[in-house]
T-cell receptor
Framework: AQKVTQAQTEISVVEKEDVTLDCVYE???????LFWYKQPPSGELVFLIR??????QNEISGRYSWNFQKSTSSFNFTITASQVVDSAVYFC??????????????FGKGTKLSVKP | DVKVTQSSRYLVKRTGEKVFLECVQD?????MFWYRQDPGLGLRLIYF???????EKGDIPEGYSVSREKKERFSLILESASTNQTSMYLC????????????FGPGTRLTVT
């Protein structure tokens, strides 16, 4: 069965701290895709990144970095030197190439990040 | 840039009313989706569509129907709104092939009184 778990419901940090958001997934497919989305208070989900199961290279984009480890079925997201504008709910999601979910996104419950000045 | 728009940001309806939520995307995407988002429950898929006039039930289709007469437009219909349908409704679209990320609209916060 496919599943995405974000164990951290809420995290609060002070500006300039680094913060890591955890994501653990379950799937039987060998081909799958992992995503992170950001949902600011305005409500719209903003796509941040996609990784496919064959590419375990970590990725860095500015203050954001992602660590994909198949051995632990994890796809963690780190924000370096956090800013108040990073305050949002962050969702991790999984899409299977051939599984029963018909390629649709399976979302975790989200982690609410609050960055205080 | 992909743009997904939804007809209303906020909507207040009365119990028993028929409600239409409209979604339009401008990127010629084949797939479109409707989700609802509730505190503690995350995002749940209501219906999706692979192409014009095609629709598939998601995880929670009860009480909803959809319509896709044109490729760019996907409508969610609440035949007889009930208070337990008070929620945030999010529309998304995606290409059929290639990149699998979905692009979301700004959401409609529906209150049924």
């Amino acid at each position: 069965a496919q599943k995405v778990t974000q164990a951290q419901t809420e995290i609060s940090v002070v500006e300039k701290e680094d913060v890591t958001l955890d994501c653990v997934y379950e799937t039987r497919d060998t081909t799958y895709y992992l995503f992170w989305y950001k949902q600011p208070p305005s409500g719209e989900l903003v796509f941040l990144i996609r990784r496919n199961s064959f590419d375990e290279q970590n990725e860095i984009s500015g203050r954001y970095s992602w660590n994909f480890q198949k051995s632990t079925s994890s796809f963690n997201f780190t924000i370096t030197a956090s800013q108040v504008v990073d305050s949002a709910v962050y969702f991790c999601a999984l899409s299977e190439a051939y599984g029963g979910s018909q390629g649709n996104l399976i979302f975790g419950k989200g982690t609410k990040l609050s960055v205080k000045p | 840039d992909v743009k997904v728009t939804q007809s209303s940001r906020y909507l207040v309806k009365r119990t028993g009313e028929k409600v239409f939520l409209e979604c339009v995307q401008d990127m010629d995407h084949e797939n479109m989706f409707w989700y609802r988002q509730d505190p503690g429950l995350g995002l749940r898929l209501i219906y999706f569509s692979y192409d014009v006039k095609m629709k598939e039930k998601g995880d929670i289709p009860e009480g909803y129907s959809v319509s896709r007469e044109k490729k760019e437009r996907f409508s969610l219909i609440l035949e007889s709104a009930s208070t337990n349908q008070t929620s945030m409704y999010l529309c998304a679209s995606r290409r059929l092939a290639g990149a699998r990320e979905q692009y979301f609209g700004p959401g409609t916060r529906l209150t049924v009184t």
